[in-house]
């Protein structure tokens, strides 16, 4: 069997199929069936659009059959408006309810957060979640040692750092603002395109989780001292070759946001 199949007797030879396909790899014929390439097993991306996009059901992937398929729910569809309030309504979240989230929440969002596109629809992105209370607060204390670190350096957010590490010493957590869940995205360091999947991979759970009930906050501390701080690369023990590409505190709330503050105006250039 190749890789792709079509029912010719329910085949509208509307061509669809082919037009769409990210790789070529379907061949558009005129009134008549598409043509698939003989060798396609090797260079198809399965990205599933070809199934996805066929108005009959006529077309079977190899790998995915169209019982992994579910139809969309038109039904569901959100609005722009909708989508609009969501992205600007998100806020970062850095006063988390003293509650644990459950895991079955966080792995409801990233079942979501893993349709994010990825780079040849390679899906490397894996997800890490740290919500072991005693693993946070040792995580913690040697972010704590990491501000102390740069405080003690020339660089230019010395100065700022030794007032985070004085906060801390008030009791005040700037690290990981007590939030009881960090969610990375890791993906392999070596491939640009991982660490550009890691990112969207890590805004889609973002957006994800508001929706949710839930709230995020990136991490840009935890992700530096992750990556070059020994006793957080220690703490955190990526598996080899891997690499943060966004690291998020998740909690609940405590406090709900009225409005939306300003952003900069879009500064966009056409070329005409
Ligand atoms: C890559 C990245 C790293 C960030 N790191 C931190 C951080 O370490 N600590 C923190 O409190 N906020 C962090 N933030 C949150 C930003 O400060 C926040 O997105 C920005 O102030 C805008 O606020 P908003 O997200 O509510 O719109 C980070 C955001 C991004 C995108």
């Known amino acids: 069997m190749a890789i792709v199949e079509i029912n010719k007797e329910t085949c509208t030879k509307c061509n669809a199929c082919a037009i769409i396909c990210g790789a070529n790899l379907i061949i558009p014929r005129e009134n008549d069936y598409p043509r698939f390439f003989p060798n396609g097993d090797e260079f198809c991306m399965r990205c599933g659009h070809c199934v996805g996009i066929c108005p009959t059901g006529s077309l079977t992937h190899k790998e995915f059959p169209l019982e992994n398929c579910p139809p969309i729910d038109k039904t569901l569809e959100p609005s722009f408006k909708q989508v609009a309030q969501l992205i600007k309504s998100r806020r ?25 596109p990825t780079g040849h629809n390679m899906q490397e992105v894996q997800w890490l979640v740290i919500d072991d209370k005693e693993k946070l607060k040792e995580m ?18 010395a100065v700022e750092m030794k007032g985070v590490v004085k906060m801390h010493e008030l009791g005040i957590n700037i690290f990981l603002r007590n939030a009881p869940v960090v969610v990375c995205t890791i993906a392999e360091m070596n491939s640009p395109i991982a660490a550009i999947d890691g990112v969207i991979a ?11 009930g839930l709230g995020c906050c990136w991490n840009g501390f935890f992700q530096m001292a992750a990556q070059s701080f020994p006793a957080m690369v220690k703490a955190v023990a990526l598996p080899k070759g891997m690499r943060i590409y966004g690291a998020m505190m998740v909690g609940y709330p405590v406090f709900k946001y009225q409005r939306i503050p300003p952003r900069k105006e879009a500064r966009i250039t056409y070329y005409s």
């Not at 006063?95 to 957060?113: F, G, H, L, S, W």
């Not at 913690?140 to 957010?157: C, L, N």
């Not at 890590?202 to 949710?212: E, I, M, N, T």
């Open 92 to 116: 970062s979240i850095r006063e988390y309810q003293d509650k644990p989230v459950p895991r079955e929440e966080i792995e409801k969002i990233i079942d979501v957060a893993r349709y994010a």
């Open 140 to 157: 913690t204390a040697i972010g704590v040692d990491w501000f102390r670190s740069m405080a003690e350096g020339d660089a230019p957010w």
């Open 202 to 212: 890590a805004s889609y759970f973002d957006l994800a989780a508001k929706a949710a």
